[in-house]
């Protein structure tokens, strides 16, 4: 490689004249260390934005998460003048709905990365492993209005929260999808060889030797893709308007979540309103950490290393 | 850790040991339990074909109607009066809302991002590499109306001083003209500040894959021919990284289109009869944005289908986004095989 050859030809008699035997020229030492410098100042710039994000919500929201109330009442009947209430319902309905979610997007999301590594092979599973990218790519936003257009304009249906799960299920697919693949891909064929070589059949293969082997990876995955569909605002707000009231039903009526509670509130003035907004910014901060970092450190106990 | 991006290093590599994937057909024996879970296995795929595809026919049949009904021209149009007996929509302010916002994110994370997985890759001492990642990605975790609601009420008042400063400087461009209406914390260009935090992680995590993957010889074989810490980053680091730079741009910039609640918090509507302004500076609204402010408001199907033609053109823009990222990937694959 052509590019490998480092020594600039203008440098080279500078260098010598400095030392015998050709060490760093003085031009070229200063642009090590002013890399070395941008590097670390980089690195703390990435930093700020987090640091001051969390920094903020804990001290304007704090004190919210530490009454009582915030975690056993609704809004129902508080104004926005008026102080007090909880965030139950929100915390509730994102939990809820996160949870169907979950339940409808893992197994098809696992049972395509099965496809993809175990069954998948030619045209089909290049289609397949390239419409998971589309679906990756997606905007939220057009996820809720495909979810609209199906659910609300085609069928008639009103706007509720099951329409709310499916395009977060199709926000969710994808990261199953991706890193239960990643993970399967990582079990050595030998572990395979060896059940066949046993004589059992591939599918208990598949359902005892390889999924169990990378459990732990793939639940990291379904935490992370769980973690980041809690956060999705968008569909909500096409598919899923706030309610002040402790709502179950996802298939009747409205269902009130975290970042609908924010979404609500954000443009308000009055200082009951702005904390309220803190304290479910701060919440759904905080579910969403726990769960990452729950993914996390389950991922370090995974029994294929990488 | 792919799990941000959806997209994985492993897509990159050949299969562990080196040896094509085991033959699958031949461990089938045909059994019951063999096709019942081939069979749901093959299913769940075709579902996501089908879905996929299912997202492109219902946006295009809704959208069609309205757009043959309407009396302006969709993609040169500024007007926005999707319902009514004249129906005149056209996306031209838009697309540049969202197309400027998301090149100033790139601008500013794409050097950023790249920077600090050098930093995690490279220069970290090892106790610090692995907790920087981590503190990076949790960058990723925060959500996207968190980003909104703490520009809009935190952030946004420092940015005043900043376009200010801007302007001052090189108010002489049109491009950088910033005349305080609408205020700083509400113009495309600090909505590009706050999608290039929520893009950095994107970047970070793909960078610091590929960086990683670098073979120690090439960079061995740089040091050993003298060249500083930079300079063997310079020659052997950022050649071999390149293609997985430019897809984890892409990729981030896929985001940073589609993009919705922090964008939509932040950004001030423009006046129907505003003047079109060239300034990073001005207000407007991106699709995304466009879509949630009038989320409320989808009452006729002349209307939702204006709002979903707008949607379509913003899926196909990103199609076309993430499909050449996924071009650049394929093309690397094929040369690390």
Known sequence: MSTLSTVDESALPAARTNDDFGGKSGGRAFCDQAARVVMWVAFVVALIPLVWILGATLLKGGHMLLDIDWWTKSQSGITARREGGGAVHAIQGTLIQALVTALISVPIGVLTAVYLVEYGRGRLAKAVSFMVDILTGIPSIVAALFIYAMWVTTFGLQRLPIAVCLALTMLMIPTVVRSTEEMLKLVPNELREASYALGVPKWKTILRIVIPTSFSGIITGILLGLARVMGETAPLIILGPYTAVIATNLFDGLMPTLPTMIYQNYTENLQPAIDRTWGAALTLILIIFVLNIAGRLIGRFSKVKN | ?337
């Open chain 2, 1 to 337: 850790m792919s799990s941000i991006t959806g997209h994985s290093a492993i897509d990159e590599l050949p299969s562990g040991d080196g040896r094509p994937p085991l033959d699958a057909d031949k461990a089938g024996t045909g059994r019951l339990g063999d096709r019942i879970f081939g069979g749901l296995a093959t299913g769940s795929g075709i579902f996501v074909i089908v879905l996929v595809s299912l997202v492109g026919v219902f946006l295009v049949i809704q959208a069609v109607p309205s757009l043959l009904n309407n009396n302006a021209n969709f993609l040169t149009s500024r007007e926005w009066v999707p319902s009514g007996a004249d129906p005149r929509f056209g996306i031209v302010d838009l697309l540049w809302a969202t197309v400027i916002t998301s090149i100033l994110a790139m601008a500013i994370a794409v050097p950023l991002g790249v920077s600090v997985a050098l930093f995690i890759t490279q220069y970290a001492p090892a106790w610090l590499s692995k907790p920087a990642a981590t503190l990076v990605d949790l960058l990723a975790a925060v959500p996207s109306i968190v980003y909104g609601f703490w520009g809009l009420s935190v952030a946004g008042q420092y940015f005043d001083s900043v376009a200010k400063a801007i302007d001052a400087v090189l108010g002489w461009i049109p491009v950088f003209e910033f005349n305080g209406s609408p205020i700083a914390k509400s113009t495309l260009a600090f909505a590009g500040v706050i999608l290039a935090i929520m893009i950095l992680p994107i970047v970070t995590a793909i960078s610091r894959e590929v960086f990683a993957q670098v073979p120690t010889a090439h960079k061995e074989a740089a040091l050993a021919l003298g060249a500083t810490k930079w300079e063997m980053i310079r020659t052997a680091v950022l050649p071999f990284g390149k293609p997985g730079v430019i897809s984890a741009a892409m990729l981030g910039l896929g985001r940073a289109l589609g993009e919705t609640l922090a964008v939509t918090m932040l950004l001030s509507a423009l006046n129907a009869s505003a003047a079109f302004s060239l300034s990073i500076f001005g207000g407007g609204e991106t699709f995304a944005s466009r879509i949630a402010n009038d989320a409320g408001e989808f009452d006729s199907a002349q209307k939702t289908g204006a709002y979903i033609a707008a949607g379509l053109v913003l899926f196909i823009l990103t199609f076309i986004v993430n499909a050449a990222a996924r071009v650049v990937i394929e093309r690397r694959k094929a040369f690390s095989e």
